[in-house]
């Protein structure tokens, strides 16, 4: 390198054009894909509805008892909370159709590395995972409120704002459509209360609230195209720069040893001369 450099002044001249070129090119490229996604964003309604179960009374000598309540759209989170349940109380709670998903640690803020979207993947093996079934089933450890949260829709958007990707407008609003109708239907719910002791009447009153989304609109994703260009030129820039320090050190170390040279052999032949 030091060699070509040095019989070639010209090789460092080609090398800041095609770098510069590479530049405008993949900043081009950076600009036209910013402008053009192809990723749409859809938003839906993040609405918490709360139901009012109705009791289907007794049975077991009095020692267990039912409530059921009914959805009928499209639903993420499941939230039931019974006050006053007793130490080995078991709760259950079952859906007429299809499955619904739960953890114990779900909507816990101590929870780490924790996934309700996938329920049978290797790469998820050592994490807390939700587990998919029609009905789940806790057991009380300590005389108190208990709290039984599910998500019966994983697919859905929990925040209300999702993303997809589509060849153009219309078929992502065709395709986020079809995502919330999938999803649409009525369940009915049963909660179930085994308790050991005799339960009286009115002793337990469940609360219920779901969280239900509706289509709102469907909208291009964007990006301030300008801001990524200047960001994207700003990162070609400093890795070409560096991959031109070392060639441009040693061109410039090469001249300087040219100088040098040359000034030798300048002061030995006027040196000569006087002594001649």
Request: aromatic residues 8%; negative net charge.
């Amino acid at each position: 390198m030091k060699k070509a450099l040095a019989q070639n002044p010209n090789m460092l001249r080609t090398m800041i054009g095609l770098g510069l070129t590479l530049i405008l090119i993949l900043s081009y490229a950076v600009y036209g894909a910013t402008i053009d996604s192809s990723y749409y964003l859809y938003h839906t309604t993040n609405e918490d509805v709360n139901h009012e179960p109705n009791n289907q009374g007794f049975s077991d000598n009095d020692t267990t008892q039912t409530w059921t309540f009914t959805t009928n759209r499209s639903t993420t989170w499941l939230n039931v909370t019974i006050a006053g349940a007793e130490q080995n109380d078991v709760i259950s709670i079952g859906v007429s159709d299809g499955v619904w998903y739960h953890h114990e640690m779900l909507g816990s803020e101590d929870a780490e590395q924790f996934s309700c979207r996938q329920t049978d993947h290797e790469a998820f093996e050592e994490y807390n995972v939700c587990s998919a079934a029609q009905v789940h089933s806790v057991t009380v450890e300590q005389t108190g409120t208990i709290i039984f949260r599910g998500i019966v829709s994983p697919d859905l958007p929990m925040g209300g704002l999702g993303s997809l990707y589509a060849d153009s407008l219309e078929e992502a609003e065709i395709a986020s459509t079809d995502l919330i109708s999938a999803h649409n239907g009525t369940r009915v719910w049963t909660i179930t209360l085994e308790s050991s002791d005799t339960i009286h009447p009115s002793e337990y009153s469940p609360l219920v609230q779901t969280t239900s989304h509706e289509l709102m609109d469907v909208e291009p994703f964007e990006v301030d195209p300008v801001t990524e260009m200047l960001w994207s030129i700003s990162a070609l820039i400093g890795c070409f720069s560096l991959a031109l320090v070392i060639p441009l050190s040693i061109y410039i170390a090469a001249r300087a040893k040219e100088r040098r040279e040359e000034q030798i052999r300048k002061s030995a032949l006027e040196q000569t001369n006087d002594d001649v």
